[in-house]
């Protein structure tokens, strides 16, 4: 899964791979980012944004990591970020945990339910646990230097 999120504001809509499609460098290229992630991050954000993605075989492709070079001005390449680090990622330490514990308040019974409940979840995050999620970053980022990139959530 792709993670984006900075500012949460309606014009932000969840984003969801159909059943089947296999999400390679040609999709998560045309379809995923071109089509769908960097205008609606734009619209959102215009160009006050930093982009990061884990290491998935297909954010690793030679011509996406040019294509967010161009079209992000603030673009964190694979070399300068840790392949596995989830723990330096607002949406991947705070945000999805709380969406996660909404979302399975009760039992789930299709997909349609599902993509609805992720939904409402996610409209219904304040912006203010989204910033205090982000504010957490330099001093997650200060512990990972701390650590030599190593497990760190026992210094914060």
Not at 18 to 34: A, E, S, T, W
Not at 88 to 98: A, Q, R, S
Not at 119 to 145: E, M, S
């Amino acid at each position: 899964m792709v993670s984006v999120a900075v500012s949460k504001m309606d014009a932000t809509e969840l984003m969801f791979v159909d059943p089947g499609v296999k999400v390679n460098g040609q999709y998560y290229c045309n379809i995923l980012l071109f089509q769908q992630m960097i205008p609606a991050i734009k619209q959102v954000a215009g160009n006050t944004i930093v982009f990061q993605q884990d290491s998935a075989p297909a954010h690793r492709v030679r011509n996406i990591i040019q294509l967010l070079q161009r079209e992000t001005p603030d673009f964190i390449g694979p070399d300068l970020w840790l392949p596995n680090s989830p723990d330096l990622n607002p949406v991947d330490y705070k945000i999805w945990g709380i969406m996660q514990q909404q979302v399975y308040e009760s039992r789930i019974n299709s997909i349609d339910e599902l993509k609805q409940r992720l939904h409402d979840v996610w409209h219904g995050v304040q912006q203010h646990i989204i910033d205090l999620a982000v504010n957490q970053w330099r001093q997650r980022l200060t512990a990972c230097v701390s650590a030599h990139g190593r497990h760190f959530e026992h210094l914060l």
